[in-house]
């Protein structure tokens, strides 16, 4: 078994005793092996939310995006439609006011 400290007791014993699940004892001794703080994992896991929401985010403003590409598309060939077709009205018969300027 895995002993903690100078080997004074096992995980077993120890997660018997505080009444600590053994692999939550594993967890906290390897975090504690790499380095990691309790802090430290809080950030990571609220970095991590963070790029969660960011993704989502990102991923809206795409959708967005590409509706208004689309709707700008539209926009110009309905332009060009019109453009292309001619007024749509005839065109107004000059009167004597017009002439004169």
């Known amino acids: 078994m895995t002993e903690i400290g100078l080997g004074q007791s096992t995980i077993a014993q120890v997660s018997k005793r505080e009444n600590i699940a053994a692999q939550t004892l594993r967890n ?3 975090d504690n ?4 703080t309790g802090s430290e994992q809080q950030e990571i896991a609220a970095l991590r939310r963070k790029v969660g929401e ?3 985010a990102m991923g809206e403003l795409a959708f967005e995006n590409h509706i208004l590409k689309k709707f700008h598309r539209f926009l110009e060939q309905k332009q060009k439609s019109a453009n292309s077709s001619g007024p749509l ?3 107004r018969l000059a009167s004597s006011k017009d002439a004169a300027l």
């Open 28 to 30: 906290w001794i390897d």
């Open 54 to 56: 960011l993704a989502e």
């Open 33 to 36: 092996a790499a380095g990691k």
């Open 89 to 91: 009205s005839p065109p």
